[in-house]
């Protein structure tokens, strides 16, 4: 008896605290609903052009600072929705605005603004056809460059890649679940996102999810993920390249050159709303450490530390004319 007591008190408390309780995550969308959201993605850089004085505590500043964002607001409609099979989502990019601390305010990713394109996306969240968004990636990355002199391709600085990062990896907290009964709190699971950068890189970040907590909110209820970031070994070869052949990068980053990744440090949030099958909000944040070297081996190897942010909220949700008329 007393032992029917105490399996029956385990069984009480595991149901208080939601123990082996599982939530499925899935990407839902409505006929006629259109959501908006704003990424933001900015960035600190800090050039110490010789770290050895640095180390030894010299008195003359041998750093340089500057910084730049990108601000993005993008519409994504369902243009055929299957909720068993895929779903074809129209993307179009309402604004795309880019600002730097040195006053340049021209950047060919602000190209992309009125553009639009399609892509499919199955219920996890997996995009599975980005073929016109990699098209798109590449035809604004051509604008990046100066007219051809006869003396090579000259490219100016872009923040394409900060465009990739918040385009290309859209619902990995939840596409990257691989179990498919659904997660408890507590669970990790693991991925990989890029990390964009002001000189031409092609690095990853492994990335590990964990399910937190799940909250009440306003419409829903909202899992609750948190993220960390490392450095990781490899990038995808599926991942976007916006150039091609060979060319020379204008400015400081085109002056340096043999870029090395020797730490990447960071982490999270991710709220997704349950219920309506949407992320509402997320925040990146990491600290990356880059070594550099100056032409023909003058002077020491800078290091280049470099503060980044990418956030995405969403704006509103909007029923289209025709659906509203016939809800009426």
């Not at 009440?216 to 899992?223: P, Q």
Request: glycine share 8%.
């Amino acid at each position: 008896m007393r032992k029917i007591l105490i399996f029956t008190a385990v069984i009480f408390l595991g149901i208080l605290t939601g123990c082996g309780s599982k939530e499925l995550l899935t990407v839902d969308f409505k006929d006629g609903q259109t959501l908006r959201y704003k990424f933001l993605s900015g960035r600190d850089i800090i050039i110490d052009w010789e770290p050895s004085k640095t180390e030894a505590g010299g008195q003359q500043p041998t750093s340089s600072k500057s910084s730049e964002s990108m601000e993005t607001v993008v519409a994504y409609t369902p243009v055929d929705i299957n909720p068993y099979g895929l779903t074809t989502i129209k993307a179009t990019f309402e604004s795309v605005n880019v600002r730097r601390s040195d006053g340049t305010q021209k950047d060919a990713v602000e190209n992309f603004a009125g553009k639009t394109y399609t892509f499919k996306v199955g219920p996890t969240g997996k995009i599975e056809d980005n073929s016109q968004l990699d098209e798109l990636i590449k035809e604004i990355g051509e604008i990046a460059f100066q007219p051809d002199t006869g003396r090579g391709k000259i490219k100016e600085p872009d923040m394409i890649s900060d465009f990739v990062a918040s385009q290309w990896f859209l619902w990995d907290a939840v596409s990257s679940i691989e179990n498919t009964k659904g997660i408890s709190i507590g669970q990790t699971w693991q991925s990989k996102l890029s990390v964009p950068t002001p000189m031409v890189t092609r690095e990853a970040r492994d990335v590990t999810y964990k399910l937190e907590e799940i909250r009440d909110g306003e419409k829903g209820r909202l899992a609750v993920i948190s993220s960390s970031y490392s450095k990781a070994d490899s990038v995808p070869q599926s991942w976007p390249i916006p150039y091609k052949g060979r060319f020379q990068m204008r400015g400081k980053f085109g002056f340096l050159g043999n870029y090395k990744l020797l730490d990447l440090q960071g982490g999270g949030e991710e709220l997704f709303n349950i219920d309506l099958g949407r992320t509402e909000h997320y925040n990146q944040q990491y600290q990356v450490q880059l070594q550099a070297s100056i032409p023909l081996g003058i002077g020491e190897s800078p290091v280049i530390t470099i503060k980044q942010n990418l956030t995405m909220n969403l704006l509103e949700d909007q029923n289209s004319p025709s659906k509203e008329r016939n809800e009426r």
